[in-house]
């Protein structure tokens, strides 16, 4: 009982949870006017909802505080999107940008600038896509909601390709996987404290995609998981030659 007492005085003297014993103390006055009849039952009436509001209240800001905290750990921002949230204005500024992804269609068609661009001011752009002679290709298919069609994923991977070997070069790099991960990252700044990880998880025929943004201030352990995980993929791929690679005598196996 005194260590209960002591808690609440504590308690009291910093602040915390001062809404929580403001609605007990409301609470006993409550019932001890009701209980003894010093009020009427109108009053007891307001006064039993105003005690009630003051519980919700508290209720509301301990959720709040408890998904604060659990974001604060984390280090996580969370959505669903069709397409990468990756913002081009964070990419034009980026000193290091490394990206993989199935076919990397809708970077490839989008971005060609800013990599061009990150690589002419002696950045570093690394791009990982899966290689369209690889049955890996076949395996992504399946995961698709609309098509399930190898065939068309070798074209996506084909066009990706030609637009890039426009900006190959030695600050820009691809490499083709014989292999599909189950994430597409983008990691940008990964040697700077401002950097981010924008880690997106392919569903099975889901119709969004999940985007986790992280940050390596708040969690630094994931953050560098994934830098390691790109660096693991970047291992196991071949690197693409486009003068040595005829695009148009890939196949995929069936």
Excluded at 7 to 19: H, L, M, S, V
Excluded at 113 to 134: H, M, S, T, W, Y
Excluded at 220 to 237: G, N, R, T
Aim: charged share 20%; hydrophobic share 45%; with cysteine.
């Amino acid at each position: 009982m005194n260590n209960r007492i002591s808690k609440a005085w504590n308690d009291t003297k910093t602040g915390e949870n001062i809404d929580a014993y403001l609605t007990l103390v409301a609470a006993i006055v409550v019932s001890l006017l009701g209980l003894f009849g010093i009020v009427d039952i109108e009053k007891i009436t307001s006064l039993t909802l105003g005690v009630l509001a003051l519980l919700a209240y508290s209720s509301l800001k301990n959720r709040h505080q408890a998904t604060d905290y659990i974001k604060s750990q984390l280090g996580l921002h969370f959505l669903f999107s069709n397409s990468s949230p990756v913002q081009e204005e964070r990419l034009r500024i980026a000193k290091t940008i490394s990206h993989n992804g199935i076919t990397l269609v809708g970077s490839s068609n989008a971005l060609l600038d800013v990599f061009k661009d990150c690589a002419a001011r002696g950045g570093e752009v690394k791009l990982v896509v899966i290689d369209p002679a690889n049955v890996a290709l076949d395996v992504a298919a399946q995961r698709f909601s609309k098509y399930q069609d190898a065939k068309r994923l070798k074209r996506e991977v084909q066009h990706s390709l030609d637009n890039l070997k426009s900006i190959l070069g030695q600050n820009c790099k691809v490499r083709l996987l014989r292999a599909m991960a189950p994430f597409s990252l983008w990691i940008i700044d990964e040697d700077d404290n401002q950097g981010e990880i924008w880690l997106g998880l392919y569903p099975f025929r889901g119709k969004t995609e999940p985007w986790l943004k992280i940050l390596p201030g708040s969690n630094k352990k994931m953050f560098d998981f994934l830098v390691e995980q790109f660096k693991l993929l970047w291992e196991a791929s071949s690197a693409y030659n486009a003068e040595s690679i005829n695009l148009d005598h890939i196949g995929v196996p069936n």
